[in-house]
């Protein structure tokens, strides 16, 4: 299987990519599975199981396949427009399937809240049934959303991603040590063999304007953030913080000069801002899922900010820190619900510094360090919001994460590459380390943090 930058790095709104865009896409999906069979349709039954029922409400999975079901998909959706079509279907209890054909649907009644039962694929699934005047089924799929936005139905769960068709590629890899080696045989860097890769699907300017909406959308998000004051969504009360943050800096950027850590404070400003925008709900992009989208911006915005970025920097940034993420993404998981945080934050971080190792001229062997680097040092970690809301200690894991980033890039530029644990090696040890992780630390909600509210 072919993981295109594009699969990666995809716009889309918050608070969750599993559990908010996933859904929604599966219900459009369904839609699609419909076909001619939609007008004979009257009543639309969805059940949630395991994790997206436990924390699904927390992560708006419920508003989301309502509007999935009206027809609305995660990139094209304004937020704004989302809120009015809730609003009026959960008024009415009416819902226009595909935004053509008018159905009853009762939240109470049709849709179900499974969290005690787990599909064996996958803790991310969800069934959707349809039926007509007689109350028989007119169809029933299953579907499940493995993490970063991506959906797969019942019969796709069955294959090995290695074996998925896609388009041909000069330089297919699916392991660390096979794009290193494909990298140097060929004499290029690890973004140019990518882009090469990406240039067999689409025409070079084509790849660069793409490259270059991502990182406008990136940074339209960080903005946002920074000029949006107020109280984040939920029972939480959660105050944002990089309105304020945003503020200070400002007013003491003569008294920062003097500060030789000061850098840290605009990543992290940067890395609250754009997961504050998901957690209310904005539009994100997932990289490589929402819970850690605000970890590669900074990231990025430190290296323009920091180090005077080009365009062709930018550019390389993403296009290494995506090789990365398709290595977890084929033989992994970027799924909290699979593998606990250090499949969102945790390869968030890894892409990271592998991107801002490339954009600072690192050697291939220093790049594949610094995402091992990155990985090493998030292993275990856990996914418990609490309340199932992508606040704490979402937020701030990823300003940390951005800060940990940068770390290990700086760690692996000052060797030569050469190191004892190869990234391979690491993302095997991260998708045993998820698989042996109690259920309860992968995105249920039901321990660590998640269980001690009052406390915090």
């Known amino acids: 299987m072919t993981v295109s930058v594009f699969d990666l790095f995809k716009l889309g ?16 999906r369904f839609l699609q599975h419909l076909g001619p069979a939609l007008s004979r349709v009257v009543r639309v039954e969805v059940a949630l199981y395991a994790s997206l029922a436990l924390t699904g409400r927390g992560h708006a999975t419920d508003r989301a396949v309502i509007l999935g079901l009206a027809g609305f998909s995660p990139s094209k959706l304004d937020p704004d427009e989302a809120d009015r079509v809730v609003g009026e279907v959960r008024a009415a209890r009416r819902l226009s399937l595909g935004g053509a054909h008018e159905i009853a649907f009762d939240e109470t009644t049709d849709l179900k809240w499974e969290g005690r039962t787990r599909l064996p694929q996958h803790p991310n699934a969800l069934k959707f049934t349809a039926f007509d005047a007689g109350d028989e089924a007119v ?9 970063g936005g991506f959906v797969r139905d019942q019969d796709e769960m069955g294959l090995n991603t290695r074996d998925e068709p896609g388009p041909p590629t000069p330089y297919p890899f699916d392991s660390g040590v096979e794009l290193l080696e494909q990298a140097t045989a060929a004499d290029l860097t690890i973004a140019g063999l990518v882009r090469a890769n990406e240039e067999a699907m689409r025409p070079r300017q084509a790849l660069d304007d ?22 984040l969504p939920g029972g939480l009360k959660v105050q944002r913080r990089a309105y304020q943050v945003h503020q200070s800096l400002m007013a003491n950027a003569d008294r920062s000069i003097a500060d030789p850590l000061a ?12 997961n504050e925008e998901n957690a209310a709900g904005g539009r994100v992009v997932t990289a490589p899922t929402n819970g850690a989208a605000g970890l590669l911006p900074a990231v990025l915005r430190f290296y323009d900010r920091f180090h005077q970025g080009t365009a062709e920097g930018r550019r390389n940034f993403l296009l290494t820190a995506a090789a990365i993420g398709a290595l977890y993404k084929k033989n992994a998981s970027i799924s909290g619900a699979e593998v606990g945080c250090q499949g969102e934050v945790g390869v968030a971080c890894s892409m990271a510094a592998a991107g801002i190792a490339a954009a600072l001229g690192a050697s291939n062997a220093q790049i594949e360090n610094a995402a091992e680097i990155a990985m ?7 996914c418990d919001p609490i309340g199932g809301l992508v606040q704490i200690p979402c937020i701030e894991r990823n300003a940390m994460g951005a800060v940990k980033a940068i770390d290990a890039a700086r760690l692996a530029l000052l060797g030569d590459g050469q190191h004892s644990v190869s990234l391979d090696k690491v993302i095997a040890t991260m998708k045993r380390t998820g698989e042996d992780m109690s259920a309860i630390y992968k995105e249920t909600s039901l321990g660590g943090l998640a269980v001690n509210l009052a406390e915090c």
């Open 139 to 147: 169809a029933e799929r299953i579907y499940f959303s493995i993490g």
């Open 13 to 28: 709104i918050g608070p969750s990519s599993s559990h908010t865009m996933g859904p929604m896409t599966a219900a459009v």
């Open 376 to 382: 090493e040092h998030n292993l275990g970690l856990t």
């Open 210 to 231: 793409g490259l270059d909406a991502i990182i406008a959308a990136m940074y339209a998000c960080i903005e946002r953030g920074m000029r949006t004051d107020g109280i």
């Open 263 to 274: 850098a840290l404070d605009w990543v992290n400003l940067w890395a609250l801002a754009v």
